[in-house]
């Protein structure tokens, strides 16, 4: 990352760009709806463990909190208005047989979490 005249430029904005329009386009054909008022949403992310790799959690990056502001903004404007309605988020990363993301998104007075 690094910043040109005042404005933050993403070191694989190219990247992260097709990541959000992919994440935008599987909503839309799973029918999501703009939601009004508060929303809570519960996050997966699974990632392919690497041949070499022993570890039991991928504690190496991405980072989550990263991954997390990608679905935010993939979904504004298609799963509600704007991301400042996200008010709880329950996430987890962990490895899998591929790399894949599930998300659910609830109004807020349907979310049950932790």
Known sequence: MKVINGHVI???GSELAVY???LALKAKEAG???IDGPVGMRIRFQFARPKTVKREY???PPDIDKNIRAVFDSLTG???EDDSQVIAVEATKNYGNQHKV???VFPYSEFDCL
């Open 102 to 104: 599930t998300i659910e």
């Open 78 to 80: 298609i799963c509600y």
């Open 58 to 60: 991928p504690t190496t």
């Open 10 to 12: 993403h070191s694989k």
């Open 20 to 22: 959000r329009s992919m």
């Open 32 to 34: 999501a709806t703009l």
